[in-house]
């Protein structure tokens, strides 16, 4: 039995209580259009979606994203760097910190009203201080209305991309969406997720019927796999990519692109392994085929100190959750994507 415990505001409401100014809606604007130039083949720099695994303090973030942005202004020619926001946090038991939404203070219970409000008004505070698009999961689809004036880039997970309700929202969403191989690592699902989210539809959303045009601009991220006896399949190698894109012509799909995840299953949610995995990446780079051609970025889990904390331990810029590269680590590792892409 659900039992009502509070109400929480609209998305009217809370954009009227942390509104955006005319110029974020004007940036907010150009970053998407250069992110779908990039998925288009429009724009041949490289996507670098990174961030903390989760955004669990406001403060740290912003830090870690003002950084972002200052080394951005180095590598704007060769990469175009999206801070990873995520404000929720999938979880395969249902057990620990579930993001900022639910939770916007870590171990002091769950306040979904005021973590609606900290969510939102995080991502204003990253895009008027960096001048950067931000990047976020839709792990629940009904949220999006509280943050569609904000991001310009979004994630469907692993454990949502087989979800219809997910498919549908992302049929009417307007910026560029990632949708991930789903935990078991089917491709032909994956395939069919892109499909979905590229036609038009028709569904209830939000106590209305509503109508989606299709998005055109939804692309495939590998995150690796899961196998029957909970053991990570990695899908970056270049034999799985070209496969992969074999599989991926075949469907005539709008604006065909690959993010890797070289987190998650592709390195073992080993943070440091993703500095090996990046690195196997822009080897196959250099090979000059259809990989090249379909690879589209990076999607790095990465924060302000190396490893993860325990809620509680208030380590400043520290994961709670997975475990990430700390700024010097990941300083050097963009600086090396751009030297090579």
């Keep these: 039995m659900l039992k009502k415990i509070s109400t929480v505001p609209s998305p009217k409401k809370l954009k009227e209580e942390i509104p ?23 724009d041949n720099r490289k ?5 903390p695994c989760s955004a669990d303090n406001e403060d740290a973030v912003c830090d870690y994203v003002n ?15 999206i801070p990873r926001i995520y404000t929720g946090k999938p979880r395969t038991k249902g057990e620990g910190y579930k993001g900022i939404f639910h939770s916007p203070k870590p171990g002091e219970g769950t ?3 005021a ?93 209305h019927q509503v ?6 601009f939804a692309h495939a991220i590998l995150r690796g796999a899961v196998d029957r006896r909970g053991n990570n399949v990695q899908n970056y190698h270049y034999d799985d990519v070209v496969k992969f894109v074999s599989d991926y012509e075949k469907e005539g799909l709008k604006n065909p692109g690959i993010i890797i995840d070289v987190n998650h ?10 500095i090996r995995v990046v690195k196997e990446i822009l080897f196959n780079l250099k090979q000059g085929s259809t990989y090249t051609k379909y690879f589209k970025g990076f999607l790095i889990e990465s ?33 090396e994507i751009a030297s090579s892409v």
């Design 20 to 42: 955006i100014s005319d110029s974020l809606v004007r940036q907010k604007a150009l970053r998407d259009k250069e992110i779908k130039n990039i998925i288009a083949g429009r």
């Design 47 to 51: 996507l670098v979606i990174i961030g």
């Design 67 to 81: 950084r972002l942005a200052k080394l951005s202004e180095e590598v704007n020619k060769q990469l175009m760097i």
């Design 111 to 113: 306040f979904i009203s």
């Design 115 to 207: 973590g609606l409000t900290a969510m939102r008004q995080m991502l204003v505070r990253v895009m008027a201080e960096s001048g950067l698009g931000t990047a976020d999961e839709m792990l629940y689809p009904e949220n999006y209305d509280y943050v569609d004036d904000l991001l310009s880039y979004i994630t469907v997970g692993a454990r949502s991309s087989e979800n219809q309700h997910h498919r549908e929202v992302a049929s009417g969403i307007d910026v560029a969406i990632g949708i991930k191989n789903p935990m078991n690592g089917s491709l032909t699902t994956l395939l069919n997720s892109i499909y979905a989210a590229q036609i038009p539809s028709e569904f209830k959303y939000r106590g």
């Design 211 to 216: 109508k989606a045009d299709g998005n055109e």
């Design 265 to 274: 299953s592709n390195s073992d949610k080993k943070a440091l392994e993703q």
């Design 303 to 335: 924060y302000i100190e190396d490893g993860r904390q325990e809620i509680g331990e208030n380590i400043y810029g520290k994961s709670i959750t997975d475990e990430c590269l700390g700024w010097e680590k990941t300083k050097k590792l963009i600086y």
